[in-house]
């Protein structure tokens, strides 16, 4: 099984600061990794496909960067609806999603 | 546009079986649109998200390895709905059941394009 592991668990941040989410695979994937964002009580939302690739509508302070085994999500200036938890999933070999991170107000 | 909506028991003895049903529109799950698929991905409450179980319009099924004994998916694809059934329900079976759609691509597994809004369901007795 392929075991992901995302870093840090919980980040404390201010509207307008640029923050980064780690997300690292057991074994390598290549580019076939997603992220999503949820929100209390509501489902996750697809941002970030194949590593790099903006899902239509997402704004484009999000960011994804990696390949193999290390991946990035980035947010260039975090917006006030950017609190949430972030997840990454891998779909190399059957699908596994991370820890998530926990963005919250500083 | 895609949409999917779960329904099924809010609470489960343990040792029952678990049957959800995926009540999907705006797409189909047969030849027509060829490298289509319905899943299930369960969260934990405060804990991370799990996927369970995809069956594709050519009834391909694929199940996490973890818990491949105890699932089972099944597809009816006139009334548009996917069925998940699990097995010898535990209280770690406890949380929020969602129905996703995987995007269509070349690779046989792939990320989830839209989400039902899920359904919570606690195992107790």
């Known amino acids: 099984d392929i075991q992901m592991t995302q870093s840090p668990s919980t980040l404390s941040a201010s509207v307008g600061d640029r923050v980064t989410i780690t997300c690292r695979a057991s074994q390598t994937i290549g580019d076939f990794l997603a992220w999503y964002q949820q929100k209390p009580g509501k489902a996750p939302k697809l941002l970030i496909y194949?590593?790099?690739r903006l899902e239509d509508g997402v704004p484009s302070r999000f960011s994804g960067s990696g390949s193999g085994t290390e991946f990035t999500l980035t947010i260039s200036g975090l917006q006030s609806d950017d609190f949430a938890t972030y997840s990454c999933?891998?779909?190399?070999?059957?699908?596994?999603f991370g820890g998530g991170t926990k963005v919250e107000i500083k | 546009q895609s949409t999917l909506q779960e329904s099924g028991p809010a609470l489960v003895r343990p040792t029952q079986t678990l049957t959800l049903t995926c009540t999907f529109s705006g797409f189909s799950l047969t030849h027509i649109q060829t490298g289509m698929g319905v899943g299930w991905v369960r969260q934990p409450p405060g804990k991370a998200l799990e996927w369970l179980a995809l069956i594709y319009w050519n009834n391909d099924q694929h199940y996490t390895p973890s818990l491949k004994n105890r699932l089972h998916i099944t597809k009816d694809s006139t009334k548009q709905q996917v069925v998940l059934t699990l097995t010898d329900m535990d209280a770690l079976d406890t949380g929020t059941y969602y129905c996703v759609r995987r995007a269509r691509t070349g690779h046989s597994y792939s990320y989830f394009i839209a989400w039902g809004p899920g359904t919570l369901v606690t195992v107790s007795s």
């Open positions: 194949q590593a790099s």
């Open positions: 999933q891998q779909y190399k070999s059957f699908s596994t």
